[in-house]
């Protein structure tokens, strides 16, 4: 298990940008972003393997947000350019730290999630 901070949420015009940042307690095996807008489905944003270059995106982010990490300093990277009103949402930080089938696309009670950053993007 790890312990998971994000910070770097916040409110931005459209067309905006914002980037979050999460730091890990400890190792993990994959760490991602999974947002929460009010009314709607948990989904996972960005995702990667800590010890790879394998990387998942959400159709709806490809091309203007860009998931990394700093390995060194443990903590998760997620920039997002061209922002709109449909990324407004409660952004979580996730991690696991032993491998799961599918990696940390997956929730299931191996995950630890961050307390969550709001981001909200106005028209």
């Known amino acids: 298990q790890v312990h998971l901070m994000e910070s770097g949420g916040g409110s931005v015009e459209a067309g905006g940008s914002l980037r979050l940042s999460c730091a890990a307690s400890g190792a993990t095996y994959c760490m991602g972003w999974f947002r929460q807008a009010p009314g709607k489905d948990r989904e996972a944003v960005a995702t990667l393997y800590t010890g790879g270059t394998s990387t998942f995106y959400t159709d709806s982010v490809k091309g203007r947000f860009t998931i990394s990490l700093d390995d060194a300093k443990r903590t998760l990277y997620l920039q997002m350019d061209n922002l709109t009103p449909r990324d407004t949402a409660m952004y979580y930080c996730?991690?696991?730290?032993?491998?799961?089938?599918?990696?940390?696309?997956?929730?299931?009670?191996?995950?630890?999630w961050g307390q969550g950053t709001p981001v909200t993007v106005s028209s």
């Open positions: 996730v991690a696991k730290v032993n491998p799961t089938p599918l990696a940390c696309l997956v929730v299931d009670d191996t995950m630890d």
